[in-house]
């Protein structure tokens, strides 16, 4: 083949295993590291010496502050679960790895996520999620349909283990490091704190029931999320969920739970990666687990409307609705708002 390709080289198994086999089916890997301040640059550095790569890193820390942590916060404080890695991809990664490639004359850009690049019926490249569920290709539909031709996901055929298994068969030198968790400028999870750690966030206030009885204190807005039912620590008769966010008030909803199931969501800032007729029925993924609802899509501003087709439980303002024909990714809408169809 002798094509050029700019690899997204993080440092760990998954990046290192498709540089293997990437060079293995005879493009010309270039490796690229992408600088976000938490160190790590050692590690791909040595994955592209063993491998005989070239190596470069970019600095992406101005464009992830502006793009994603700035915006993460944003939603945080005014009662949104945002979802950074699919704000990161279009406006930061994917970018930073086709600068990369025009550098260097590459074509083609690759990453070591679980997806995969098909054909349509007209033969037109098509998003399709990973050979074996590990649907990383949800994280990946807020990208331009335009870019679908250029991209490669070398290891979407597989399942971890196989990844884990072919790293020591190349002999990675990172064969055996732990997999990275959450998100990466949060290595600890700890998204409270490290809101906190960067200046105001809203103050303890109280949780109330539907009918505005206080029930407790909280520890900010930025703790929780709607369906939450962890960290709550208020005795009840019942379980306790979080059913809304009030920033104006800075309260939190406690429910019983009975009130989190939808029928209709709408969102906005539609991406379509695929044609997709008005009242087409497909399923959609509300959240980034195996969990798909049957839907009808319709275009409605400032996006869409999806009448689901069996109810849902806590659709989420700030997380992504990613709409699915088989495998193959449609599109996707930011979540704005949910019709409950329980008591409220």
């Given at each position: 083949?002798?094509?050029?390709?700019?690899?997204?080289?993080?440092?760990?198994?998954?990046?290192?295993?498709?540089?293997c086999?990437?060079?293995?089916?005879?493009?010309?890997?270039?490796?690229?590291?992408?600088?976000?301040?938490?160190?790590?640059?050692?590690?791909a550095?040595?994955?592209a010496?063993?491998?005989?790569?070239?190596?470069?890193?970019?600095?992406?820390?101005?464009?992830?502050?502006?793009?994603?942590?700035?915006?993460?916060?944003?939603?945080?404080?005014?009662?949104?679960?945002?979802?950074?890695?699919?704000?990161?991809?279009?406006?930061?990664?994917?970018?930073?790895?086709?600068?990369?490639?025009?550098?260097?004359?590459?074509?083609?850009?690759?990453?070591?996520?679980?997806?995969?690049?098909?054909?349509?019926?007209?033969?037109?490249?098509?998003?399709l999620?990973?050979?074996?569920?590990?649907?990383q290709?949800?994280?990946?539909?807020?990208?331009?349909?335009?870019?679908l031709?250029?991209?490669?996901?070398?290891?979407?055929?597989?399942?971890?283990?196989?990844?884990?298994?072919?790293?020591?068969?190349?002999?990675?030198?990172?064969?055996?490091?732990?997999?990275?968790?959450?998100?990466?400028?949060?290595?600890?999870?700890d998204?409270?704190?490290?809101?906190?750690?960067r200046?105001?966030?809203?103050?303890?206030?109280?949780?109330?029931?539907?009918?505005g009885?206080?029930?407790?204190?909280?520890k900010?807005?930025?703790?929780?999320?709607?369906?939450?039912r962890?960290?709550?620590?208020?005795?009840?008769?019942?379980?306790?969920?979080?059913?809304?966010?009030c920033?104006?008030?800075?309260?939190?909803?406690?429910?019983?739970?009975?009130?989190?199931?939808?029928?209709?969501?709408?969102?906005?800032?539609?991406n379509?990666?695929?044609?997709?007729?008005?009242?087409?029925?497909?399923?959609?993924?509300?959240?980034?687990?195996?969990?798909?609802?049957?839907a009808?899509?319709?275009?409605?501003?400032?996006?869409?409307?999806?009448?689901?087709?069996?109810?849902?439980?806590?659709?989420?303002?700030?997380?992504?609705?990613?709409?699915?024909r088989?495998?193959?990714?449609?599109?996707?809408?930011?979540?704005?708002?949910?019709?409950?169809?329980?008591?409220?």
């Amino acid at each position: 083949m002798g094509k050029k390709v700019v690899l997204g080289l993080s440092g760990g198994v998954d990046s290192a295993v498709s540089a293997c086999l990437l060079k293995e089916q005879g493009y010309e890997v270039y490796g690229h590291w992408l600088d976000i301040g938490l160190g790590g640059r050692e590690d791909a550095e040595e994955v592209a010496r063993r491998l005989d790569i070239p190596f470069s890193a970019g600095d992406i820390r101005g464009e992830l502050e502006e793009s994603v942590m700035g915006p993460f916060r944003a939603d945080y404080l005014a009662g949104r679960t945002p979802l950074p890695c699919a704000l990161c991809n279009p406006t930061v990664k994917f970018p930073a790895l086709f600068r990369r490639a025009e550098e260097v004359g590459a074509d083609l850009v690759a990453t070591g996520h679980y997806a995969q690049i098909g054909t349509d019926e007209a033969g037109e490249p098509a998003l399709l999620r990973g050979a074996h569920r590990n649907d990383q290709a949800y994280m990946l539909a807020r990208l331009p349909r335009e870019w679908l031709p250029r991209l490669i996901f070398p290891i979407g055929g597989y399942e971890k283990t196989q990844v884990r298994d072919l790293a020591r068969h190349f002999q990675i030198p990172v064969a055996e490091k732990p997999d990275s968790m959450e998100i990466c400028f949060i290595p600890d999870g700890d998204y409270a704190g490290w809101l906190e750690a960067r200046g105001a966030t809203p103050p303890p206030g109280d949780f109330v029931d539907r009918q505005g009885n206080v029930l407790g204190r909280h520890k900010g807005i930025h703790h929780y999320t709607i369906g939450q039912r962890r960290g709550l620590s208020i005795p009840a008769q019942h379980r306790l969920f979080v059913s809304d966010i009030c920033p104006a008030d800075n309260t939190v909803i406690l429910s019983d739970g009975s009130d989190l199931m939808a029928d209709t969501v709408w969102g906005e800032g539609l991406n379509l990666l695929a044609d997709l007729a008005e009242g087409e029925d497909v399923t959609v993924r509300l959240r980034h687990s195996k969990t798909e609802t049957p839907a009808r899509f319709y275009r409605e501003d400032p996006g869409g409307r999806l009448t689901l087709l069996e109810s849902a439980r806590a659709p989420t303002p700030g997380q992504m609705a990613v709409l699915y024909r088989g495998d193959r990714v449609l599109g996707s809408l930011w979540i704005t708002g949910a019709h409950r169809i329980g008591p409220v």
